[in-house]
T-cell receptor, first 112, second 109 residues
Framework: SAVISQKPSRDICQRGTSLTIQCQVD?????MFWYRQQPGQSLTLIAT?????????ESGFVIDKFPISRPNLTFSTLTVSNMSPEDSSIYLC?????????FGPGTRLTVL | KNEVEQSPQNLTAQEGEFITINCSYS?????LHWLQQHPGGGIVSLFM???GKKKHGRLIATINIQEKHSSLHITASHPRDSAVYIC???????????FGEGTQLTVNP
């Protein structure tokens, strides 16, 4: 199993600012996944973060808007840059050790 | 057509009722996941299935690979079961998951 914590749990931010979300896992994992869940929608994968290499972004998501760091096998950050109200979402990190999926508690972001 | 479709979108039940949530998918998969999301947003993984049936407490998940269909059953439902239940499929081992839109379950006392 894997226990994942995220910081912050929620935040209210002003348009044009940036927020960095942290994800900590209690065990070493190769890949970490960042998801976005817009209000009333299902989860959408933003990017996959491997330790020691650039993150792989899904269609519609770019590094300038969502820079990701993966400094070691238990930690990752996702930054939401130059925020607009459309970025208001829940952001979740996830890991899949041995095929099972584990999700963090999510970061609820509101952009005014 | 979405690759993963859930039904119903919304479900209201009385405490004690037997509940079924359905998930259909259109492509071959390596595994199917049932997830539970509470109002705070956090997600808990309930089951991962590649065949057959799994049971955990009052929850039962089944999958029919030939029919490309899975069901999540909740026996003796309780208000604390109120949450969004999400079906997700992985096309190959280790690949990203594709999510259904979720089923909002409300269990009234």
């Amino acid at each position: 199993s894997a226990v994942i914590s995220q910081k912050p749990s929620r935040d209210i931010c002003q348009r044009g600012t940036s927020l960095t979300i942290q994800c900590q896992v209690d065990s070493q994992v190769t890949m970490m996944f960042w998801y976005r869940q817009q209000p009333g929608q299902s989860l959408t994968l933003i990017a996959t973060a491997n330790q020691g290499s650039e993150a792989t972004y899904e269609s519609g998501f770019v590094i300038d808007k969502f820079p990701i760091s993966r400094p070691n096998l238990t930690f990752s950050t996702l930054t939401v840059s130059n925020m607009s109200p459309e970025d208001s979402s829940i952001y979740l990190c996830s890991v899949e050790p041995q095929g099972s999926s584990f999700f963090g508690p999510g970061t609820r972001l509101t952009v005014l | 057509k979405n690759e993963v479709e859930q039904s119903p979108q919304n479900l209201t039940a009385q405490e004690g009722e037997f509940i079924t949530i359905n998930c259909s998918y259109s492509v071959g998969i390596s595994a199917l996941h049932w997830l539970q999301q509470h109002p705070g947003g956090g997600i808990v993984s309930l089951f991962m299935l590649s065949s057959g049936k799994k049971k955990h407490g009052r929850l039962i998940a089944t999958i029919n690979i030939q029919e490309k269909h899975s069901s999540l059953h909740i026996t003796a439902s309780h208000p604390r079961d109120s949450a969004v239940y999400i079906c997700a499929v992985g096309m190959t081992s280790g690949s990203r998951l594709t999510f259904g839109e979720g089923t909002q379950l409300t269990v009234n006392p």
